[in-house]
């Protein structure tokens, strides 16, 4: 108990990584049980078709958020000028006016919008809800400066102070209004509430607009290719809700919306840890550079998906008689959605850590070209999974395209001496192996969402 008490205390890399690891861990729990909490409070208070146009009004939201995405997160985790005081007053004078322009990016987009989806309320549920794009704008470098140095403590508690903020707000709104529109100012007054939160809580030199050539070169060098992927990447996480906002009811949509909630949260915690981790990681420990560094790497690559993978297959196996115990008999087809797409996440989770690694080393064009191709299987899977399969084939083509994508992304890892071929083989195996148990298992379950309407 000792020695894993001393390997949590002083400077030294590893007890920075440890510790920075477990407040992510904490900070991701801490924040998907609020969501969680907020999704069981709110579903009794609204109606599903309120969380089929709120996933709508998310796409957009996001969609903008990811297609004018430059990296800076990365830039500053991996740039040599990371604590510099110009280049970070330039990132952050870029990361606003970026924020206002996606604002009236929502403006223009939003009575199209609501055309194209046939709902009109979205052409007031968007410009509102683009607010939030505004104020994360503001957020400070100070975020993303105590990634750089893995001192996640003060930032993940204020951010879940300003989450427990945010819901009581939202849950009162819903309380008064009873209607979609609490969802989407309470998603605006949450990230406010942040920013002032970020603002006063955080430590350090406070933001000032100013725009430096040379920051604003390196920036843009390393961001163009981040910009490319993450267009990709709103295919990627934001296209399926796009497609099936189409094809299927609003009902329906927020069913398969509470659905991949529920699924996801060991993916969106791998997602945050490889975020907020890793890049300081590859950039203090290269594999390249050691055999020592690759068996460091290696335990933490077995650690980190042997665990978020228990989490996925957990989820797999007790999905539909946890829906059922949570959720009213209203959201019940999210039971068996939840078993297939927590098993659709496996190969994305084997393989989260290698991208990262290019990504340390300034090799952003790769990594683009690697989003691109699995944004494009994706959509392919998807429109052939709904044509041939209805929507249960719709839910399972992530899985299928993640896993037809895995050797391009080996291909990568390989090239920054990062992949490990025993890590693959083990995990691939057994989590594969449990993974059609869990299928097994709720079979019958899954064979009711094959007949849910589409089209």
């Known amino acids: 108990m000792k020695r894993v008490t001393q390997a949590f205390r002083g400077s030294h890399l590893t007890a920075r990584i440890l510790r920075s690891t477990s407040w992510v861990v904490v900070g991701y729990g801490g924040a998907q049980a609020i969501r969680l909490g907020s999704n069981l409070i709110l579903t009794r208070i609204l109606f599903p078709e309120a969380f089929g146009i709120m996933a709508l009004v998310t796409m957009v939201t996001v969609g903008l958020m990811m297609f004018s995405d430059v990296g800076i997160g990365p830039a500053l985790a991996r740039s040599p000028r990371g604590d510099d005081p110009e280049f970070l007053n330039t990132a952050w004078s870029l990361q606003v006016m970026r924020g206002f322009g996606l604002w009236l990016v929502t403006l223009a987009l939003a009575y199209p919008f609501a055309q194209l989806y046939e709902h009109p309320e979205l052409a007031l549920y968007l410009p509102v809800a683009g607010l939030s794009l505004i104020l994360t704008g503001f957020f400070p470098t100070r975020m993303e400066l105590a990634r750089r ?40 007054f949450t990230n406010l509430i942040k920013l002032v939160v970020m603002w006063v809580g955080l430590p350090g030199r406070r933001d000032r607009f100013q725009i430096e050539k040379p920051a604003l070169l390196e920036l843009v060098s390393f961001g163009k290719w981040i910009f490319l992927g993450t267009a990709f990447g709103f295919i990627s996480t934001q296209g399926d809700k796009a497609v099936l906002g189409k094809l299927l009811s609003l009902e329906t949509l927020g069913i398969y919306n509470i659905g991949f909630f529920l699924a996801s949260f060991a993916m969106a915690l791998g997602q945050s840890v490889a975020q907020d981790l890793l890049i300081p990681v590859y950039r203090n420990k290269p594999p390249s550079e050691s055999a020592e560094n690759r068996r460091k790497l290696q335990r933490m690559r077995f650690l980190l998906t042997g665990g978020l993978c228990a989490l996925l297959l957990l ?6 008689p946890l829906v059922e115990f949570l959720y009213d008999d209203r959201y019940l087809a999210a039971g068996p959605i939840v078993t297939i797409m927590a098993c659709g996440f496996i190969p994305k989770i084997i393989g989260m850590s290698y991208d990262q690694a290019a990504l340390a080393a300034g090799d952003s064009r790769r990594v683009f070209f690697l989003t691109g191709t699995r944004s494009t299987l994706q959509m392919i899977m998807l429109f052939l999974g709904l044509y041939y399969f209805g929507l249960l084939g719709g839910v399972a083509s992530y899985g299928i395209a993640m896993l037809i994508a895995h050797p391009l992304l080996v291909a990568l890892a390989i090239r920054h001496q990062a992949w490990d071929p025993l890590h693959d083989l083990v995990s691939f195996t057994l989590a594969g192996l449990l993974a059609a148990g869990a299928i097994a298992l709720h079979w019958d379950a899954l064979q009711t969402i094959s007949s849910a309407p589409v089209g």
């Open 315 to 320: 989820m797999a196996y007790v999905g539909p």
């Open 149 to 188: 140095h893995l001192q996640m403590g003060r930032a993940t508690m204020l951010d879940l102070i300003s989450q427990l903020l945010g819901l009581a707000l939202m849950v009162a709104l819903a309380l008064w209004t009873r209607s979609v529109f609490a969802l989407v100012l309470g998603a605006v």
